[in-house]
């Protein structure tokens, strides 16, 4: 509809509601992105409709820094508010001519002042968030990582007259011995970096570029050494079933429901790390 109206009437981006704010300011402020990329397209025939403030004094920069609830009303974590405000704030910027980042409004404010000043208590909360999450998160890789530990130390099965495992060469064992060694890897890995993500200050800038790829190893970490130790247990039990012909035909069943809780993890967890992943992937996108 944009497009369609700057092409009959080009004229028209250059009007303003009652406050002086035109089309480029109101996409700004109202984060309509794709409104303001057909406008991005047209900047260097409408340079001056980019450099417009608004009776406050207010820039698209400014517009763009101040928070505003409502913009993010789809995202439910305050890391991924805060992380989406900030690339907003960046997108806006790399739009703008240079000289026009020290620009203070009639309140005598910059952008990064008002953006800074505004989003002060979502940085508490997307602070809090990830105090609470991430602490949960490494007692639970810290927990992996100790049971991981004792499994490597435990070798199923008797040994052999010259001290190797009986068992060794058969597709279980081998299996029990990569996954129990893979567990302890990934959950230790998982613990070191929630216990960086606790120990960081959080800036603003964090929020779109270390944390982001700190939460995306942590939580792949956490998964993979849960799964690997639910695989290790597997292959001990399936040692122990076969001892007994009557149970194992059950083996495969209980298999399948000590599968259940890692299943269950990934759903639960799947929206919150679909999200984090994505912050990267928009990051690139960004104009230059």
């Known amino acids: 509809m944009v497009d369609l109206i700057l092409d009959r009437f080009p004229e028209a981006i250059k009007d303003m509601d009652n406050k002086r704010k ?3 300011l109101l996409a700004a402020e109202n984060r309509h ?9 047209l900047k260097w025939v409408h340079r001056s409709v980019f450099c417009q403030v608004d009776d406050d004094g207010n820039s698209a920069l400014h517009l763009a820094s101040r928070y505003d609830e409502n913009r993010c009303r789809e995202l439910q974590q305050p890391v991924m508010k805060m992380s989406s405000e900030f690339l907003w704030y960046q997108y806006v910027k790399n739009s703008m001519p240079s000289n026009s980042f020290a620009v203070r409004n009639n309140a005598r404010q910059t952008a990064e002042e008002i953006l800074i000043e505004s989003h002060k208590e979502l940085r508490k909360e997307a602070h809090k968030w990830l105090t609470t999450t991430c602490s949960a998160y490494s ?3 810290t927990l992996t990582a100790t049971v991981a530990f ?3 130390s435990t070798i199923p099965g008797e040994y052999k007259d010259d001290g190797r495992p009986r068992l060794e060469g058969e597709v279980a064992f081998n299996v029990f ?3 129990s060694l893979t567990a302890f ?12 993500i606790l120990t960081a200050r959080h800036e603003l800038e964090d929020f779109t570029a270390i944390l982001p790829w700190q939460l995306q190893f942590a939580w792949t970490s956490l998964f993979v050494s849960i799964a ?11 040692f122990n079933m076969g001892n007994i012909n009557k149970l194992h035909g059950f083996s495969y069943l209980i298999f399948a429901v000590m599968c259940l809780p890692v299943t269950l993890f990934a759903i639960i967890q799947f929206p919150v790390y679909f999200h984090v992943f994505a912050i990267p992937s928009r990051r690139k996108k960004l104009p230059a």
């Open 185 to 196: 890897c990934t959950s230790m890995s998982a613990t070191v970096f929630f216990i960086t």
């Open 150 to 152: 004792a499994t490597i």
């Open 22 to 24: 035109n089309v480029v």
């Open 228 to 238: 690997s130790i639910l695989v290790c247990f597997s292959s001990g039990f399936y």
């Open 139 to 141: 007692l639970i890789a």
């Open 33 to 41: 992105v794709g409104v303001y990329m057909a406008l991005e397209r």
């Open 177 to 179: 011995s990569i996954s």
